[in-house]
């Protein structure tokens, strides 16, 4: 199941971090509070469930797998937004033969 959780993580995270909040306490270990992993499910979702696993791991002490796995998230998450950014300026509109955009 952790597996499968992995992978689903980096084609929907955000929806694996609202499962993984709804079922279980795993956030609440890794987060004091509630506003860190808001935030992280509006800007940086895999961020946070590379967190939540970094803190959950390694006992709220830093580990070389933690840190990789913070650092992977993030660069995924950069990754995403790229990717959304390039999209955006590639679609053209085109009217009445006439391309806007």
Do not use: E
């Given at each position: 199941m952790p597996c499968l959780?992995?992978?689903l993580a980096l084609a929907m995270p955000?929806?694996?971090?609202?499962?993984?909040w709804a079922t279980s306490n795993y956030l609440d270990r890794?987060?004091?509070?509630v506003l860190w992993p808001l935030l992280g499910f509006i800007?940086?979702?895999t961020t946070t469930?590379?967190?939540?696993?970094?803190?959950?791991?390694?006992?709220?002490?830093?580990?070389?797998?933690?840190i990789a796995?913070?650092?992977?998230?993030?660069?995924?998450d950069l990754g995403f937004f790229k990717t959304s950014s390039k999209a955006r300026k590639s679609r053209t509109v085109v009217v009445k033969g006439e391309r806007i955009g």
């Open positions: 959780l992995g992978c955000r929806l694996v971090l609202f499962l993984v890794a987060f004091a509070s800007f940086l979702p469930l590379g967190w939540a696993f970094a803190m959950n791991y390694g006992g709220h002490a830093w580990t070389p797998i933690g796995a913070v650092v992977t998230g993030f660069l995924l």
